[in-house]
C-alpha cells in the first residue's frame, strides 16, 4: 500500500497523468474490482463470513452493489479528472491499492477455510 501511495504522490507532484496512464488506472480499477468480487465468492464459498455489514446477502445483491459502487467510483474520478487529472489518477490507484489488498486477504481465507 505504501508503495501505491508514493507512486500516486510521485504522479501528482510531477504532473505526468497523461489520459493514457488515466485510462490505465481505470483499467486496473475496473480489473480489482472484479477480483474483489471473485475473491469474495471464492471465501464465502469456502466457509468465510462477510463482514461488511453494507453488503447485502447472495451473489446477486453483492454482484449489483459492487456495479453500482464501481460505475459511480469511475463516473465521479472522470469528472475530476477534466480539471484534475493527476488527482482523479491517484484516487483510483489508491482504491485499485486497497482493493487488491482485499482481494488478497479473501483468497488468503478461502484457501484456509476447514
Do not use: E, Q, Y
Given at each position: 500500500m505504501t508503495?501505491?501511495?508514493?507512486?500516486?504522490?510521485l504522479i501528482i507532484s510531477c504532473g505526468c497523468a497523461s489520459k493514457a496512464t488515466y485510462r490505465t488506472v481505470q483499467a486496473g480499477f475496473v480489473t480489482t474490482q472484479a477480483l474483489d468480487w471473485h475473491s469474495t465468492h471464492q471465501a464465502l464459498e469456502?466457509?468465510?463470513i462477510e463482514s461488511n455489514p453494507l453488503v447485502p446477502s447472495g451473489d446477486v445483491g453483492r454482484f449489483i452493489t459492487k456495479a453500482i459502487v464501481s460505475v459511480v467510483v469511475l463516473w465521479l474520478t472522470e469528472?475530476?479528472?477534466r480539471?484534475?487529472?493527476?488527482?482523479?489518477v491517484a484516487v483510483l490507484s489508491g482504491l485499485s491499492g486497497f482493493y487488491a489488498i482485499i482481494s488478497a486477504h479473501n483468497y488468503r481465507l478461502a484457501t484456509t477455510q476447514p
Open positions: 508503495r501505491v501511495l508514493l507512486i500516486a504522490a469456502a466457509g468465510a469528472r475530476l479528472s480539471t484534475h487529472r493527476a488527482v482523479a
